[in-house]
Every structure is written in C-alpha cells, then in structure tokens.
C-alpha cells in the first residue's frame, strides 16, 4: 500500500526550488565563512580541544545530568541516520558525483556553524527536572528577547524533526528491509512504531542512554566494512577523486547548466545529513552539564565532521568505486545497497539494511528529542506533550512506512529551508557572544588553566539572561 500525493509533491517541490536555489544556499555560505573567519578558524585550530572534552565525558555538577559525551551521541545519532545512506545515495544519481565535493564544503564551514549554535545554546540554557534544556528557541526568546520568532522557530523545528524527518527515516528502513528480506513495510513500520513510542515516553535520559549505545556501534561497523573496500579497490581512489573534483568545476557541467544543481544537491544532501546551522544540534548540545559553554561548541563542531568528512565520504567512496551510481532506476538505498553487494556479494545488501536500521531508528529517537524539546518551549500542558509523542514516535512513524520516499523528502527539504533560515538570522545577531566566550576560553588556556569555567559575571551585559551559570 502506497499514498499518492503526487500534485502535493509537485508543488512542494517548485517552493523547494526558489528557497534553496539563492537565498537558502547563499546564507548558508556566508553564514559558514563569516563564522570560521571571526571564531580564527576554529574547526581547525581546536581539533585537539574537540576530541579531548569528548573523552573527559563526565558530568561536571555530578548530579544526574547529560554528560558531554552522551549529548554528542544524541546529536549523533540524528546526524546519523538516512542521509548518510539514502541521501548521499541521492546526491550522487541527481546531482553527479560532484556534489560530494559541495557536501565537504558546506561541511568544512559548516562546522563553525555548528559551534556558534552550540556554544549559544549552552549560554542560554535552563534548568530542567532531568537535565537542562534550551536550544534556538531559548536563544531567541532570551538573547534576541523576541516571543514571536523563539515561537516560531519551535513550530518549525518540531515540523521538521519531530513530524516530516521521522517519517523519513521510517521510510528508509521499510524500503532498505523490504529489498533485503522482502518484510512488508506496513508491518515494519508498526514494529518500530511501538519500540520508538517506548522510547519517546522515558524521556531524554533514556533517549540518551539508547543513542550513547548504538552510535558508537552503528558508525565503527560502518566505517570498518567502507575501510575495507577502499583498501580493497585502493588504486581506484585517485580515479574517484578527480571525478568528484571534475564533476564539481568541469566545462561540461557548466556548459550544460548542471552545475547549479550539483552545488545544490550537494548542499542540500549535506545539510540534511550534518544538519550545521539548522538549529537542530543546539537542543541536545544545551542538555550537557560542562564547565564552559564552548567545551560542547567544540563537541558539536567535531559531530559536523565526524557525520559528513567521514561517514558520508565511506558511502559515497562505496557508490563511485562501484560505478553503478549513473544506472538507471538506481537511487537512494536501493543504490547504497546495490553498490555494497558489487564490493561484498549478496550479504551486503543486508547487512546495508541492518546499517541502515540502527542509523535511522536512532535518528527517529533523536528527531523524537528536537520536537520534544521544543514543545516544553510552548507549553507546559502535558496532554499536548502526550499527542506529540503520539504523533512522531507513531502516526508519522508509521505514515513513512506506505508513502513515498520522494514525498518525504521534499517536505523535509521544504521544512529544512526555512526552520534553517529562522536559525541563521538569530545567530548573525547573536553571535557575538559566542566569539567572547570563545576568546575567554582561549585566555583561560593560555594562562595555563587545564579546565576553562564561564560564570556569568564574565558576560555582565546579558547577565540577568543567564540562568544556569554561577556568578
């Protein structure tokens, strides 16, 4: 059983068009510049930083809070997911091989991106009975002072995530699962319906405890079996390279009007898979206890890289080396799955499909999160919470199982651009802080101090917006 929302489709998809062709992808890349130049480069001065605070995971309070480590999985885990399957897949099939070229780049400014984000989403957390709680919305409602758009922004976000995204991840998997063992996608989608509503109804810290556990799992066996078949095919890599690069600056896409939709698809694809200023990440990155705002800033910005520099190079290095991403009728995980069993045999189409089902399921649960944690930003009624849970761990869960992919997609799309733009005004007027604080981190280490702290007394303009910081 399948919906027909074709003359939906095709509307979403011409709004999709004009959003993401000039104004969406220009912000993104201003937005990125603009960040890596005032923060001195910070995704690549810092790296040593970024891995030291992963291992020193350790809640800070000692209370029963989010440690860093379990924050960065939860992000992971939503970073994780289709888009380094299924969307990489895509990006390759429309946009050429060239487009994983753009996906790196928005990647590599996108980082700052997400540091500013996370950074800010620290400063303006709150406190809240299981773990702290923020994000864009309290950003904005308490850096910006703006009711409306803090309001705003959690509608999108809880549209995108909590609802469109989920379903689909839900779709990915009843495909990936119906192609490997031929399940019925009906009866999939209702399995993960129930264990994603049992999730979604223990709260973040169970939320937490199921990401910090697959995500390391999922991401090493991924990244070993791709190790392997680049090792494999090791003399073809050069040749995949300058395919990528050719494809991305060759006369024969700009001759052929291709390239725009390269560095689109690109784009795109890469956003949704890293997800860097979509105001996403920052909900998790608030919930962390840690001694100074800028330590999960660090953490976020490596989850950019960690999600597109590497696993959505293994996918794309998978597909190319194959040489099946230009065949007919073969896109999304279907080709993931063809390209992996050409490398491995038959079983790697399944094991594709088990990949895949432990990337998107915990990217349902960290979508899950995002909307949840935007719904306590609304109300504090608990029947409204109740219904969102009803809702994205089922109705939605379920609805991605018997739609298609390519409906999904381009909602999510639709809901990405502009639940990405709401973020990026806020950060442009907002990010200031994010560069003071990063310069207090640095005069903190440079006078030989191992374990940086922010009080609020260090940011006296705005200290009255500050909660969860001591004097």
Same mark, same amino acid.
């Given at each position: 059983?399948?919906?027909?929302?074709?003359?939906?489709?095709?509307?979403?998809?011409?709004?999709?068009?004009?959003?993401?062709?000039?104004?969406?992808?220009?912000?993104?890349?201003?937005?990125?510049?603009?960040?890596?130049?005032?923060?001195?480069?910070?995704?690549?001065?810092?790296?040593?930083?970024?891995?030291?605070?992963?291992?020193?995971?350790?809640?800070?309070?000692?209370?029963?809070?989010?440690?860093?480590?379990?924050?960065?999985?939860?992000?992971?885990?939503?970073?994780?997911?289709?888009?380094?399957?299924?969307?990489?897949?895509?990006?390759?099939?429309?946009?050429?091989?060239?487009?994983?070229?753009?996906?790196?780049?928005?990647?590599?400014?996108?980082?700052?991106?997400?540091?500013?984000?996370?950074?800010?989403?620290?400063?303006?957390?709150?406190?809240?009975?299981?773990?702290?709680?923020?994000?864009?919305?309290?950003?904005?409602?308490?850096?910006?002072?703006?009711?409306?758009?803090?309001?705003?922004?959690?509608?999108?976000?809880?549209?995108?995530?909590?609802?469109?995204?989920?379903?689909?991840?839900?779709?990915?998997?009843?495909?990936?699962?119906?192609?490997?063992?031929?399940?019925?996608?009906?009866?999939?989608?209702?399995?993960?319906?129930?264990?994603?509503?049992?999730?979604?109804?223990?709260?973040?810290?169970?939320?937490? =405890? @199921?990401? &910090?556990?697959?995500?390391?799992?999922? %991401? !090493?066996?991924? #990244?070993?079996? /791709? *190790?392997?078949?680049? +090792?494999?095919?090791?003399?073809?890599?050069?040749?995949?390279?300058?395919?990528?690069?050719?494809?991305?600056?060759?006369?024969?896409?700009?001759?052929?009007?291709?390239?725009?939709?390269?560095?689109?698809?690109?784009?795109?694809?890469?956003?949704?898979?890293?997800?860097?200023?979509?105001?996403?990440?920052?909900?998790?990155?608030?919930?962390?206890?840690?001694?100074?705002?800028?330590?999960?800033?660090?953490?976020?910005?490596?989850?950019?890289?960690?999600?597109?520099?590497?696993?959505?190079?293994?996918?794309?290095?998978?597909?190319?080396?194959?040489?099946?991403?230009?065949?007919?009728?073969?896109?999304?995980?279907?080709?993931?799955?063809?390209?992996?069993?050409? =490398? @491995?045999? &038959?079983?790697?189409?399944?094991?594709? %499909? !088990?990949?895949? #089902?432990?990337? /998107? *399921?915990?990217?349902? +649960?960290?979508?899950?999160?995002?909307?949840?944690?935007?719904?306590?930003?609304?109300?504090?009624?608990?029947?409204?919470?109740?219904?969102?849970?009803?809702?994205?761990?089922?109705?939605?869960?379920?609805?991605?199982?018997?739609?298609?992919?390519?409906?999904?997609?381009?909602?999510?799309?639709?809901?990405?651009?502009?639940?990405?733009?709401?973020?990026?005004?806020?950060?442009?007027?907002?990010?200031?802080?994010?560069?003071?604080?990063?310069?207090?981190?640095?005069?903190?280490?440079?006078?030989?101090?191992?374990?940086?702290?922010?009080?609020?007394?260090?940011?006296?303009?705005?200290?009255?917006?500050?909660?969860?910081?001591?004097?």
């Amino acid at each position: 059983m399948t919906l027909n929302l074709d003359a939906l489709n095709t509307v979403i998809t011409q709004v999709n068009d004009a959003l993401w062709a000039y104004l969406l992808i220009g912000a993104l890349i201003l937005c990125g510049l603009y960040f890596t130049v005032r923060t001195r480069f910070v995704q690549f001065t810092m790296i040593g930083d970024m891995f030291r605070q992963l291992v020193d995971s350790s809640s800070k309070s000692g209370k029963k809070h989010i440690s860093s480590f379990q924050a960065f999985a939860v992000s992971m885990a939503t970073r994780v997911g289709t888009g380094n399957l299924a969307g990489v897949a895509t990006a390759i099939a429309v946009g050429g091989p060239g487009s994983i070229f753009w996906m790196w780049l928005i990647a590599l400014f996108g980082s700052a991106t997400a540091f500013v984000e996370a950074t800010l989403a620290q400063l303006f957390k709150r406190p809240s009975s299981d773990s702290f709680i923020g994000g864009p919305a309290y950003y904005i409602s308490h850096g910006l002072h703006s009711k409306w758009m803090a309001g705003l922004f959690a509608v999108l976000i809880t549209l995108t995530f909590g609802l469109s995204y989920n379903s689909i991840q839900s779709n990915a998997i009843c495909g990936a699962l119906d192609k490997a063992f031929g399940f019925d996608p009906l009866v999939v989608g209702a399995i993960i319906t129930a264990i994603a509503l049992f999730i979604a109804f223990g709260g973040i810290r169970r939320i937490a =405890h @199921v990401s &910090s556990v697959l995500v390391p799992i999922m %991401a !090493i066996g991924y #990244f070993i079996l /791709a *190790f392997y078949v680049v +090792i494999t095919n090791i003399t073809l890599i050069p040749q995949v390279l300058r395919l990528i690069i050719e494809n991305a600056f060759g006369f024969e896409q700009v001759a052929g009007g291709g390239l725009g939709m390269t560095i689109m698809v690109g784009i795109k694809r890469g956003l949704f898979s890293n997800e860097a200023g979509e105001g996403s990440a920052p909900n998790v990155a608030a919930t962390a206890d840690v001694s100074h705002p800028v330590k999960q800033g660090l953490i976020q910005a490596l989850g950019v890289f960690t999600d597109t520099l590497l696993v959505c190079s293994c996918t794309a290095f998978l597909v190319l080396i194959s040489g099946l991403y230009d065949t007919e009728g073969l896109e999304g995980i279907q080709l993931t799955q063809a390209s992996l069993e050409s =490398h @491995v045999g &038959s079983w790697g189409t399944i094991f594709v %499909a !088990i990949a895949l #089902f432990l990337f /998107a *399921f915990s990217s349902i +649960i960290g979508n899950y999160y995002y909307g949840e944690a935007n719904i306590r930003f609304l109300t504090d009624k608990k029947w409204v919470l109740t219904a969102f849970r009803i809702l994205s761990g089922g109705v939605f869960v379920l609805l991605g199982a018997v739609a298609s992919f390519e409906f999904f997609c381009n909602l999510g799309d639709l809901f990405m651009a502009l639940v990405t733009l709401c973020n990026l005004v806020a950060l442009v007027f907002l990010c200031k802080y994010a560069f003071k604080l990063l310069d207090n981190y640095r005069e903190q280490k440079r006078r030989g101090i191992k374990d940086p702290v922010f009080r609020r007394s260090d940011l006296p303009e705005i200290a009255d917006d500050i909660e969860s910081w001591n004097n």
